[in-house]
C-alpha cells in the first residue's frame, strides 16, 4: 500500500522553528530519494529539500542554513526542521519521493506570522 501521512505544521512567529515528519509505505518510496515540496497560496508547487536514501542533502536556495533533511529508513520517516522561519516560508508542506510520484499525501500546513 503506497502512503504519505505529513504532520507537524503549525502556527509560529517569524524567526520560531517547526520539525515536520513524513511517514511512508511503499516501495517507491523505500528505494528513491525523498523530498519536501511545499505550495504558497496561488504558486506552484515546489521542492524545497530532497535527501538520498544514503543521506546526501540538497536545497533550495532559498533555505540554505535554515532547513535541515533527514530520513530514517528503519522508520520509513524523513523529517525536515525549520529554523528562522520567515513569512514566506507559509505553505502547505508535502514529502514524496524524487523526482516526484503522482502519489501525494494531505500536507500540513505551515503558517509563519506574528
Known amino acids: 500500500q503506497v502512503q504519505l501521512v505529513e504532520s507537524g505544521g503549525g502556527l509560529v512567529q517569524p524567526g520560531g522553528s517547526l520539525r515536520l515528519s513524513c511517514a511512508y509505505s511503499?516501495?517507491?518510496?523505500?528505494?528513491?530519494?525523498m523530498a519536501w515540496y511545499r505550495q504558497a497560496p496561488g504558486k506552484q508547487r515546489e521542492l524545497v529539500a530532497a535527501i538520498t536514501r544514503g543521506g546526501s542533502a540538497n536545497y533550495v536556495d532559498s533555505v540554505k542554513g535554515r532547513f535541515t533533511i533527514s530520513r530514517d529508513n528503519a522508520k520509513n520517516t524523513v523529517y525536515l526542521v525549520m529554523n528562522s522561519l520567515k513569512p514566506e516560508d507559509t505553505a502547505v508542506y508535502y514529502c514524496?519521493?524524487?523526482?516526484?510520484?503522482?502519489?501525494w499525501g494531505q500536507g500540513t500546513q505551515v503558517t509563519v506570522s506574528s
Open positions: 514524496n519521493a524524487a523526482p516526484r510520484s503522482d502519489y
Open positions: 511503499g516501495s517507491i518510496f523505500s528505494i528513491n530519494a
